[in-house]
């Protein structure tokens, strides 16, 4: 196959073309912060105790009685139960008698019922969320993480099919992006509905890859939009860009799906390990993001701050990806959020403000992790499977983000959990990536026999030319050997 990168090499690397398109492209994420974070405030779960009603014609001292003390397991005070309250009926009864709660009536040994009438919630911080709209709470606390999980199920149908539609039809990336936003909008006015609109307005604007294209045989369409490129970017192209013999080349590579992903021992090794290793950063960043609002302070302020140092974790990924090995880079700043989070859990109760800035190196160290496993998937898949290899790799680590939540939700049996979770798994993910091969320099693969081969498992095959690919590379004087 002809060699994109020279083919295309008279474009340069940032001319306006490629300004344009990486600047459009940011244009369609920015809003993804909000459709992804909203979740933190909407469904969090503000402190809630059982309704007494009004019309119950209690004394003051025992509708002040009338929640039963427990321990709480966080901070090992006794605070009113958020799920029970004494029996109503036999509150009713003493209230009547004039008796005192502690002084005529042992309160141990008085009943308790769930709360038949409701919960009445604290609205200091949120007038409502969808928990206090929809009671999700005691009896249905298991429904407080669904919410969150359900949230996350969204992006796994949307992953996967945009993933196998980039790889099949013409359509451009952006558009793509459409079904990863449809599961998070609504039928009526909703601000998730933004970067769906932004995605419409900004799609027509960007080109398809003339590499995808070329991998589909369709070269007409390539050229055209290289020689378009060229003009923007205010160079003459070659009257030839691409070979004449590429029509005829990809006849012969037939069209692949996400079964492809596991065919060959060594795709489905590299496909295996990169499956842990997204789902372990998945239950990482979004744990870590949705546990903003259980920190100590304001809940805004920390989400703010749990955003803030996303933007020097994204600076990092751009230099370690620029000048350092992936493999090394993704493995060390998995490694070191690990260590980060482990650390949490030895902090001592008092030293709040030191925890929560472990808390977020770790959170800055996963997030860096995250922005270099996107681009180093991509570069270990080749051209033909690279788009459909990307939404599989999503899609699989939705089973990350949707148990991300229970990760949370294990503070109300020990604050440490989570942190000791989370921490382990994440530095074994960090070893784990060790394993797969590095594409630090290498050229991008085009099909499956050019991929990088999966260390200590499959060794590389010497790469077998066709009769047209042999025939090209004698045409442009190169050995018949790949590469």
Request: aromatic share 12%; with cysteine.
């Amino acid at each position: 196959m002809t060699d994109y990168e020279v083919a295309t090499a008279f474009l340069g690397e940032w001319g306006h073309f490629q300004q344009q398109v990486f600047f459009l492209l940011c244009l369609t994420v920015i809003p993804n912060g909000f459709t992804g974070m909203f979740i933190v405030f909407v469904a969090d779960t503000p402190p809630h105790r059982c309704v007494i009603p009004a019309n119950v014609n209690l004394t003051a001292a025992w509708r002040n009685r009338s929640i039963p003390l427990e321990l709480d397991s966080n901070s090992g005070a006794l605070v009113p139960s958020k799920c029970s309250r004494y029996r109503l009926g036999d509150v009713l009864s003493f209230s009547d008698r004039g008796f005192l709660p502690g002084v005529d009536v042992n309160m141990s040994n008085v009943p308790t019922e769930s709360c038949l009438d409701g919960w009445e919630y604290d609205q200091s911080v949120y007038i409502s969320t969808i928990i206090t709209e929809w009671d999700l709470v005691c009896d249905d606390g298991w429904k407080n993480p669904l919410t969150s999980s359900i949230f996350f199920c969204g992006v796994l149908t949307g992953s996967f099919v945009s993933g196998q539609l980039s790889d099949r039809l013409h359509v451009p990336a952006t558009v793509s992006l459409l079904f990863e936003r449809l599961e998070d909008a609504s039928p009526r006015p909703h601000p998730a509905w933004l970067p769906l609109c932004a995605s419409l307005v900004v799609g027509r604007f960007i080109p398809e890859s003339p590499r995808w294209l070329l991998s589909r045989g369709r070269v007409e369409e390539a050229e055209a939009i290289v020689r378009d490129a060229a003009k923007k970017n205010k160079i003459k192209p070659p009257p030839v860009i691409f070979s004449p013999l590429q029509k005829e080349l990809q006849c012969e590579i037939k069209a692949l799906n996400i079964c492809d992903l596991l065919r060959s021992p060594n795709i489905r090794w590299i496909s295996l390990t990169l499956w842990l290793v997204w789902n372990t950063l998945t239950i990482a960043y979004f744990a870590l993001s949705l546990n903003t609002a259980n920190l100590h302070g304001n809940a805004y302020f920390n989400c703010f701050v749990s955003a803030l140092v996303e933007i020097p974790a994204y600076t990092l990924s751009w230099v370690m990806f620029r000048w350092w090995s992936r493999r090394l880079s993704l493995s060390s700043t998995l490694f070191m959020g690990g260590l980060f989070l482990l650390s949490v859990q030895l902090m001592p109760a008092n030293l709040v403000y030191l925890s929560i800035t472990l808390e977020m190196m770790g959170k800055c160290a996963v997030t860096t992790a995250f922005a270099i496993v996107y681009a180093y998937t991509a570069e270990l898949y080749p051209t033909v499977l690279r788009n459909t290899a990307l939404g599989a790799c999503s899609m699989a680590s939705r089973i990350g983000s949707i148990i991300a939540p229970y990760f949370i939700y294990l503070r109300s049996y020990s604050v440490s959990l989570p942190y000791i979770l989370m921490g382990s798994i994440t530095v074994a993910s960090g070893l784990l990536s060790l394993l797969l091969p590095e594409s630090y320099g290498m050229p991008l693969p085009d099909t499956v026999s050019h991929m990088q081969h999966f260390p200590g498992c499959c060794k590389k095959k010497p790469y077998k030319l066709t009769n047209t690919e042999e025939k090209e590379k004698v045409a442009e004087g190169k050995s018949p050997v790949f590469p």
